[in-house]
Every structure is written in C-alpha cells, then in structure tokens.
C-alpha cells in the first residue's frame, strides 16, 4: 500500500525510518499533519452533572470513586473536558455555549 506524505522534503526520511520500524507514532502524526485523538470515558450532558456551590465545580460521578469536575470559568471559555483528581479518565461535557451564556441561574 502505498502512502503519501504532505510533505515532499521529509519523505524519504519517514521511508527510512519506516523501513527500519523506528518511526515513533508521533512523527507520523505529525507527518500527515494530524491531531491525536482523545479517547473519551464518556459524553455527558451538562444536566446530568450536579453543582458544587461550595468548590464552584459541576460534578459527575467517576468510576474510581471521585467525580470527575468542570468549573464554569472553564464552560465559559469553551472548555468541554471534565477531568477526574484521582484518576486519568476524561469526559466530554456537551452543552449548548450560547444557551449556557445565556441562562440566568443563579450558580452559573
């Protein structure tokens, strides 16, 4: 199978190294001009998580024990990663930006 690289000057280096098995992954990614992906424990709506008036926080259970967290300084710059303190795992947050930056209640 043959593979084309965006990249003319680089190609026979990536050959090379292809040849020899050397190639990290990243380089490749790089070479086709990609993003890693992220692999999501799950997508979740932002109803689905419950507020911390205290820490400031929507929370969300996680399977590890803590909760996985979101500030909403962090909604508001249109961050969408929920991330667990205790653990690797990372949820997407679905919301509507402008319906959120819209709603008047009163933890937002």
């Known amino acids: 199978m043959a593979h084309v690289y965006p990249d003319p000057p680089s190609r026979r280096a ?22 890693p992906m992220v692999n999501y424990y799950d997508e979740l709506e932002i109803e689905d998580f419950a507020w911390d008036p205290v820490a ?7 399977p590890c024990g803590d909760r ?17 303190p205790s653990c690797s795992l990372i949820v997407r947050v679905i919301y509507d930006y402008v319906s959120y930056r819209s709603l008047n209640v009163a933890y937002i």
């Open 68 to 84: 996985f967290e979101i500030s909403k300084a962090q909604l508001r710059d249109g961050e969408e990663i929920a991330t667990c």
């Open 14 to 35: 990536i050959q090379l190294f292809t040849a020899a098995n050397t190639l990290p992954l990243c380089i490749v990614a790089l070479a086709h001009n990609t993003t």
């Open 56 to 62: 400031r926080v929507f929370h969300y259970p996680c």
